[in-house]
């Protein structure tokens, strides 16, 4: 399967500091790629579509200035929580598909975030 | 709204025996379906996805989909403890998204 590789595994951050999380498509282009968070025991919620070139897509209820996605190249994606709260600790999984819509998605390996 | 359903469970099943994962969907245009286990603390992997009506296997993992009844599931045969874990299903709406359900833990008794 494709690999898609996510920097960091987990980060511990003071309140009111941003963090950027890496998100990487080792081999294969990937022109959209997708943000998801996840809370303990609960299932994947997407966040945002990051798309190569142009603005990220937000789901509704996620704050397009907190958490801010720049997607430079074809391989790389960032999300960056800006400010972070304790209430934005969650465990964020990047995902990219080598393939055309419809095709499968491959995760990063998640990054567990702990705010204090 | 567009959803997926999954039992919450936990499941028990007996180490050996076949474990029966299910999912229903609400979009009866839906194309494409993807199974997904995460273990605790860890990303999801994917195991299977299926396109078409019927059953497709894969070594000890069955997917079947009903697009009439609009479910899909996954059968686990000769179930093994390192088959412990959340089991995922994914719809792909006809978007460039997948949306997910809320997983079904299983647990594999030995």
């Known amino acids: 399967g494709a690999v898609v590789s996510q920097h960091p595994s987990w980060v511990i951050c003071k309140s009111g500091t941003s963090v950027k999380i890496e998100c990487r498509s080792l081999d294969f282009q990937a022109t959209t790629m997708f943000w998801y968070r996840q809370f303990p025991k609960q299932s994947l919620m997407l966040m945002a579509t990051?798309?190569?070139?142009?603005?990220?897509?937000?789901e509704q209820g996620v704050e397009k200035d907190k958490f801010l996605i720049n997607h430079a190249s074809l391989t790389l994606s960032t999300l960056t929580v800006t400010s972070a709260h304790p209430e934005d600790s969650s465990f964020y999984i990047c995902?990219?598909?080598?393939?055309?819509?419809?095709?499968?998605?491959?995760f990063g390996s998640g990054t567990q975030l702990s705010v204090l | 709204q567009k959803e997926v359903e999954q039992n919450s469970g936990p499941l028990s099943v007996p180490e050996g025996a076949i474990a029966s994962l299910n999912c229903t969907y609400s979009?009866?245009?839906?194309?494409?379906f993807f199974w997904y286990r995460q273990y605790s603390g860890k990303s999801p992997e994917l195991i299977m996805f299926i396109y078409s009506n019927g059953d497709k296997e894969d070594g000890r993992f069955t997917a079947q989909l009903n697009k009439a009844s609009q479910y899909v599931s996954l059968l686990i045969r000769d179930s093994q403890p390192s088959d412990s874990a959340t089991y995922l299903c994914a719809v792909n709406f006809g978007n460039e998204k997948l949306t997910f359900g809320t997983g079904t833990r299983l647990t594999i008794i030995p």
């Open positions: 979009d009866r245009g839906s194309q494409s």
């Open positions: 995902s990219a598909r080598p393939g055309p819509e419809g095709e499968k998605l491959f």
């Open positions: 990051s798309n190569e070139g142009s603005k990220a897509t937000y």
